[in-house]
């Protein structure tokens, strides 16, 4: 999917697909994620995470993607990583990202 969609030849954790789209008086669709369970749990390992907080950040960081945010230079990455922390920490997981300054 990660090569059809974004023509990227690896896979990856999550896909998100915006749709932007009102399908309701006052309920907005923002779009669809496709995570991948296998890589997630793969990177929980890898990294050391717990599974429960890497599925909710790896979740998180896609509906960032929907709501518009991306990481394609320095200053988006830390926008969004900045965002990602605050999140996590709101659900009392541990912060994912320890901020850089550049």
Aim: hydrophobic content about 30%; some cysteine; charged content about 25%.
């Amino acid at each position: 999917m990660n090569f059809t969609y974004r023509n990227k030849n690896k896979p990856t954790n999550i896909l998100s697909f915006p749709c932007n789209q009102f399908i309701k008086r006052n309920h907005k669709l923002l779009g669809d994620l496709v995570l991948c369970k296998k890589i997630i749990e793969k990177e929980s390992l890898k990294y050391d995470k717990l599974l429960e907080s890497h599925w909710a950040h790896i979740t998180i960081h896609g509906t960032l993607h929907l709501l518009g945010y991306d990481h394609q230079n320095n200053q988006e990455t830390d926008i969004m990583e900045k965002i990602e922390n605050k999140i996590m920490l709101s659900l009392n997981y541990k912060q994912p990202h320890i901020l850089k300054n550049y």
